[in-house]
């Protein structure tokens, strides 16, 4: 606590008096004041009355510098400034001018018409009236603003001398601030240019600096948090979270013990909360990410309710826009955390969220940022097309980006390099997406449009691991070459930038090497190394993958029990930490390894589990090895069970032989095998025929897909010929969701109402939008219903509303109406699909007419499985057609009803 001791003062009092902060940087009165606040001019236009000579210069600069910061027009203050030129020139006074030279610099540079030439000019003039009785503090002001505009037109080593002037001419003891200063440019202009030494050195000199000097950071000339804030994400981006944790951690600790808080200080509080959350995520530690993201997200919530007048006011700071885009990060952060335990639903939530926040507010990086993790979401669920949108959509918000920032992107090279490392990180993920799609060549593509743009930018961080994802594709396609290549040159940037989660990651990837050529032993050894590397690093995520990837290669050398040690280590690593996927991958493992050492029992457990987690993550439908593993272990019991039997009919036999009634026996024993015996193939004829329905009705169902494909592809074919991407890609993107839910329903006998309203919804919606002015459709009655209690055979009302629009509705001259109507009456479901079409008639005439081949199979399709259905139920489903007629008798649509017990 005696670390921040003077902290509360920056927070709770606004404006701190000149006379403080000088006392405190031991700034003498004969030069600029450290601070100027507003309510000084009146006092200081009093002293002009009756000042002169040197102390009038410095009252007119000050009084000039007060009312430029607090953002006056020109007219208010430029002519005490000129006043105090002509006096310095006066007097020959060359303090004064150095002074006057700085302020008019300074004018240049934030007018809003900045004039970076005539600012540049200006501070190189007061630079030259400099001498050794000149005050550190304006030294220092003349060279920091010369350094900002040298880096602003892009002259970086006029920049980096004027960095380091206050380390090579001012004293560290008097002037410290100074050296801080320095010493955080010089930190950042190594982290551009990827100078790991010396963003090693100058970090460190800002650490010693900021703790040796704690009783400044209550003034309101430098901002303590955002410092130490700033040097915790260098060494969370260097890997040393542990380090940049304790960092954010005593420093939360410090904000929370101030006493009375005000908006700044709670809005540092959720800020910080949050940067902890996001350490703790690429830590691996998602239990503990998880209370503070939720923490961070309620902070945020109880400021705005608590301030919210204070926020919504643009003089005061943190400004409505700055807290709506830090609590937006937060959820994004979330979401990004989420996705990597496999918690999408709630990830999809939290970004859909952060992204209606940022688009209010315009903050189209953000939003694009959310977009790209949208994508990964649609990736993992194995809708490639709509990720691979979500991924075009995030670069066409930074291309947008860069169009309304044009003229900062002509004139500032460090904007063009981060939009480049933004552009990388991108397309870094669609090649995963492609090499998931198992489309290798645009996977290579992708990866390396990221490692140009990498290079491009400075970005060695993401070059590596482009490096790295391009040696895993080439390994999937037995490259080892190319393979060795990619990871060895990944392995020398990451050892350039002492970067060790990198490092780590590159043995572990070696191992992957040697496993996949076979060589186990040398895969072992690249394991354990890794291991070895994320375990000196604290970093269980990593090391509960390895203990997964040794079991692989103990149970390829047959070493079953060793790697059923290794699989329970990491599932043990996976529980604590709260990694469901590892924790997945060790049940199926530990499964498979029992399956084959026959114990079918412990397989089976360990499957369901599996299978309980899998679901959990995915909601896939699966279960064939699940059946597999059932069945050998029903199998195995039976077996057990016949053999128990078997023995004791040996044993009756043996003694019915030794009786002395040994006919009789015999001839019961006769009567009793032919009595089983009829029973028996009695028993197998109805289990036969019983199947034989099953697969019929399963292969009427086969049937009716592809006749459903090809009828929706025709929508699709129709919009690439018709040069229509868009809508094709529209077009494909509901088909492929529609295809997921009918081959899903596909291999059950019923399925739950709300499956079959989704999948219905979905086709029409479909063919909405194929024909969007020749139908409207409404399905009503269904809310009334407890649909997913409520089970139905699945597929058989499509075929028929595919008829209604493709036959009775495509032919009529005006726009048509599909209507679908679900009644529950008792225990009967009645459905009723209802169209104002021309009619059948005369649709058959018409099909006769334009397609003589054509043969209808949708109907008898759906009576054969109607009829088959009805054979194994007590209750039948009832079916029937009605032509439509109006009152001139002519026909106006067709009606199609079924009535099914549930």
């Known amino acids: 606590m005696t670390r921040f001791i003077f902290m509360g003062l920056f927070f709770i009092l606004p404006l701190i008096s000149a006379g403080q902060e000088d006392s405190v940087l031991k700034i003498p009165g004969n030069t600029l004041s450290w601070h100027n606040p507003i309510t000084r001019t009146d006092s200081l236009k009093a002293l002009l009355k009756t000042a002169g000579g040197h102390e009038k210069v410095l009252l007119l600069c000050e009084l000039s510098y007060a009312l430029n910061r607090g953002r006056k027009p020109p007219e208010a203050y430029l002519s005490y400034l000129h006043d105090a030129r002509e006096l310095s020139e006066a007097l020959d006074y060359n303090h004064g001018r150095a002074m006057t030279h700085f302020l008019m610099a300074d004018y240049y540079y934030r007018t809003e018409k900045k004039d970076t030439l005539k600012s540049l000019k200006a501070i190189l003039q007061a630079e030259t009236f400099l001498d050794e009785n000149t005050h550190w503090s304006l030294r220092f002001r003349i060279w920091r603003l010369a ?414 029990q060793q790697a059923i040690v290794k699989y329970q280590e990491g599932l043990d690593m996976a529980e604590k930490i709260n990694l469901p996927v590892i924790r997945m991958e060790a049940l199926q493992n530990l499964s498979e390894i029992y399956s084959s050492m026959g114990e079918f029992e412990k397989a089976f457990l360990n499957y369901k589990k599996f299978q309980e987690q899998k679901d959990a993550l995915f909601t896939l439908e699966t279960g064939r090895y699940l059946a597999e593993i059932e069945t050998r272990y029903e199998t195995e019991q039976s077996r057990q069970e016949l053999l128990f039997l078997q023995r004791e009919k040996e044993l009756m036999h043996a003694k019915e032989t030794r009786s002395r009634l040994i006919i009789l026996a015999m001839v019961a024993f006769i009567v009793v095998i032919l009595f089983w015996i009829v029973l028996y193939l009695r028993h197998h004829k109805l289990k036969n025929g019983h199947e034989l329905i099953q697969l019929q009705q399963k292969l009427f169902q086969s049937q009716m897909n592809p006749h459903f494909i090809f009828n929706s592809l025709g929508s699709i074919q129709s919009s690439i010929i018709n040069e229509e991407p868009r809508l094709a890609v529209k077009y494909l993107s509901r088909f492929s969701r529609l295809m997921r839910s009918i081959l899903d329903s596909s291999i059950h006998e019923t399925i739950p109402l709300s499956k079959e309203l989704s999948t219905i919804e979905n086709y029409l919606a479909l063919q909405k939008a194929r024909f969007p002015q020749k139908f409207d459709f409404s399905i009503s009655g269904a809310d009334d219903l407890d649909t997913e209690a409520l089970c139905i055979p699945p597929m058989l009302a499509q075929p028929f509303i595919e008829n209604a629009i493709e036959h009775g509705i495509k032919h009529k001259e005006t726009k048509g109406l599909v209507t679908v109507n679900y009644h529950l009456s008792g225990n009967i479901l009645t459905i009723v699909i209802e169209d104002d079409g021309i009619g059948r008639k005369k649709a058959g005439e018409l099909l006769k007419k334009h397609d003589r081949d054509h043969v209808s199979m949708a109907i008898d399709i759906t009576r054969k499985r109607i009829e088959l259905i009805n054979r194994k139920s007590r209750h039948p489903i009832r079916f029937q057609i009605e032509d439509l007629y109006n009152n001139l008798g002519q026909a106006n649509g067709t009606r199609v009803v079924f009535a099914l017990p549930v």
């Open 147 to 560: 350094s900002i505009i040298f880096s602003n037109i892009n002259q970086m080593d006029s920049a980096v001398i004027y960095y380091s002037k206050p380390l090579e001419i001012l004293d560290k003891d008097t002037a410290w601030l100074a050296h801080l200063n320095a010493h955080q440019l010089l930190m950042r202009h190594a982290i551009i240019n990827n100078d790991y030494p010396q963003k090693k050195y100058h970090f460190e000199s800002v650490l010693s600096l900021l703790n040796a000097h704690h009783d400044y950071l209550a003034l309101s000339g430098f901002n303590f948090p955002s410092a130490y804030e700033e040097l915790s994400i260098i060494l969370a981006n260097d890997g040393e979270y542990k380090r940049a944790q304790e960092i954010v951690l005593d420093l939360l600790n410090d904000l929370n013990a101030l006493v009375p808080k005000n908006l700044g200080t709670e809005f540092y509080i959720a800020k910080i909360s949050g940067r902890i959350a996001r350490i703790y995520s690429h830590w691996g530690r998602y239990d503990l990410a998880m209370n503070y993201f939720n923490e961070s997200i309620q902070y945020f919530d109880d400021i705005y309710h608590k301030y919210t007048s204070e926020i919504h006011d643009p003089g005061i700071e943190p400004s409505f826009r700055l807290w709506s885009i830090n609590a937006a990060n937060q959820l994004e952060e979330r979401a990004a955390m989420l996705i990597r335990t496999g918690e999408l639903t709630q990830a999809r939530e939290d970004l859909t969220q952060s992204i209606q926040i940022r688009t209010e507010h315009n903050d189209l990086l953000g939003v694009a940022m959310c977009y790209e993790k949208m994508g990964e979401i649609c990736a993992i669920q194995g809708a490639f097309i709509e990720a691979l949108n979500w991924y075009n959509s995030a670069l066409d918000l930074k291309r947008d980006m860069l169009k309304q920032h044009h003229i900062r992107a002509r004139r500032d090279a460090k904007y063009v390099l981060f939009a480049n490392e933004s552009y990388a990180s991108t397309y870094l993920k669609m090649g995963k997406l492609y090499k998931d799609w198992n489309m290798p060549r645009l996977a290579e593509k992708k990866y390396r449009q990221s490692l140009l743009l990498s290079r491009e930018a400075g970005f060695q961080r993401c070059e590596a691991e482009a490096l790295t994802a391009l040696g895993v594709l080439f390994l999937s396609i037995n490259q080892s070459d190319s393979t060795l290549w990619f990871y060895n040159t990944a392995k020398g940037i990451y050892e350039h930038m002492d970067y060790r989660p990198g490092m780590a990651e590159i043995a572990e990837s070696m191992g992957d090497f040697y496993y996949h050529h076979n060589e186990l032993t040398g895969s072992l050894e690249r394991y354990r190394q890794s291991q070895q590397m994320f375990e000196q690093l604290d970093m269980p995520g990593g090391i509960a993958g390895l203990l997964i990837k040794q079991g692989h290669v103990l149970t390829k050398n047959q070493n079953l």
